[in-house]
């Protein structure tokens, strides 16, 4: 049984595997700077305005309205006796509203009032965002974009590996 333990702890140990990282840094001289240009797009606003002519509803209409309405409904009340009476009430109240509003109506009123909106002119411009720094690495010729030119380049170089081990010494314990 002991065997069979040892046989299978020496089959899952030599899965394991090892891993690491090693990262350094590296100084890289620059081969070439030139500034690096972008198209961008500016809008700049502005109010447009203009005149415009407007029929207004006329208030002196709705008071018209109103001041008949309650001169005809006082009149109608004046009229009549018991339920007759309500209904002149509210006869004199529709009836003074309408001539009322009516001889308040004189044609449809107009007035000129100023109308704005916000419009954008938009222009394109070609600027300056910074440069590009080219420098060579391992046979390739990479760039890094900076905000002035740079005499060198700061590398992160990472290495990772990974190994299998095999603990022999596990192995060799567990028969002892």
Not at 15 to 27: D, H, L, R, S
Not at 57 to 63: L, T
Not at 94 to 106: E, Q
Request: charged share 25%.
């Amino acid at each position: 049984m002991k065997k069979i333990i040892a046989i299978m702890i020496m089959v899952m140990a030599s899965v394991v595997a090892y891993a690491a990282n090693y990262t350094y840094y590296e100084y890289v001289p620059v081969i070439n700077s030139e500034p690096e240009y972008r198209e961008i797009t500016i809008r700049t606003p502005h109010q447009e305005c203009w005149e415009e002519t407007v029929r207004t509803e006329d208030s002196d209409k709705v008071v018209g309205g109103v001041l008949g309405g309650t001169a005809g409904g006082i009149l109608g009340h004046q009229v009549g006796g018991g339920r007759g009476k309500d209904v002149a009430t509210v006869a004199g109240a529709i009836i003074g509203t309408i001539v009322g509003s009516n001889m308040a109506d004189d044609g449809p009123n107009y007035k000129t009032v100023q109308r704005c909106r916000t419009v954008y002119d938009r222009r394109t411009e070609r600027r300056k965002v910074g440069y590009k720094n080219y420098f060579e690495y391992n046979g390739k010729m990479l760039y890094k974009i900076s905000k002035r030119p740079l005499n060198e380049v700061r590398v992160r170089v990472t290495i990772s590996y990974w190994c299998k081990t095999l603990p022999v010494f596990l192995a060799v314990f567990l028969f002892l």
